[in-house]
T-cell receptor
Framework: DTEVTQTPKHLVMGMTNKKSLKCEQH?????MYWYKQKAKKPPELMFV???????INESVPSRFSPECPNSSLLNLHLHALQPEDSALYLC?????????????FGQGTRLTVV | DAKTTQPNSMESNEEEPVHLPCNHS???????IHWYRQLPSQGPEYVIH???SNVNNRMASLAIAEDRKSSTLILHRATLRDAAVYYC??????????FGAGTRLTVKP
């Protein structure tokens, strides 16, 4: 199983809502990543988790709150988002930070904030 | 952080080779060169990576200049399914995979 599964595929939320994006992998990978991608732009790195600990936060606003409850699961909690946060949110995993090898990406959650 | 520079777009004919260039003049000795591609409506997909020597796999070849300031991704026979945005990324140990603008490849039948 070389899949990174993201749910939901699509999400529409209001600016006062709280929602969560979920990412799951069962490849035994210990590095997991969140990216944000606006239309016709490259993915932007948001967070990196290594062995369930946050190792990189690219100065992301606190309305985005990541969580890595176990080695297979990565969540992104959303609260009080703005319309400009509408984007494709991509999750990725790789065997571990410190080893150069391929990363696997999910298909993303397309988020619309209204 | 070392940056990469790629052409915005390139065109190729089907079944012909494609050479996608990437400049990374500020690369450091510990930076690996990774290539990913993103097909329409999909997440990025790993293509190939290398450090100093040229690399081949089932998808492509990676040619790295001797001074490592540039590299070229080679698709040996482009197909319509290869139409995608190709990203050249420098990373130290997968910790900081930051995407540049990429090259949009169009493959003409």
């Amino acid at each position: 199983d070389t899949e990174v599964t993201q749910t939901p595929k699509h999400l529409v939320m209001g600016m006062t809502n709280k929602k969560s994006l979920k990412c799951e992998q069962h490849m035994g990978h210990r590095a997991m990543y969140w990216y944000k991608q606006k239309a016709k732009k490259p993915p932007e790195l948001m967070f990196v988790y290594s062995y369930e600990k946050l190792s990189i936060n690219e100065s992301v606003p606190s309305r985005f709150s990541p969580e890595c409850p176990n080695s297979s699961l990565l969540n992104l909690h959303l609260h009080a988002l703005q319309p400009e946060d509408s984007a494709l949110y991509l999750c990725a995993s790789s065997p571990q930070v410190g080893v150069n090898t391929e990363a696997f990406f999910g298909q993303g959650t397309r988020l619309t904030v209204v | 952080d070392a940056k990469t520079t790629q052409p915005n777009s390139m065109e190729s004919n089907e079944e012909e080779p494609v050479h996608l260039p990437c400049n990374h003049s500020t690369i450091s000795g510990t930076d690996y060169i990774h290539w990913y591609r993103q097909l329409p409506s999909q997440g990025p997909e790993y293509v190939i990576h290398g450090l100093t020597s040229n690399v081949n796999n089932r998808m492509a070849s990676l040619a790295i200049a001797e001074d490592r300031k540039s590299s070229t991704l080679i698709l040996h026979r482009a197909t319509l399914r290869d139409a995608a945005v190709y990203y050249c990324i420098l990373t130290r140990n997968n910790n900081d995979m930051r995407f540049g603008a990429g090259t949009r490849l169009t493959v003409k039948p």
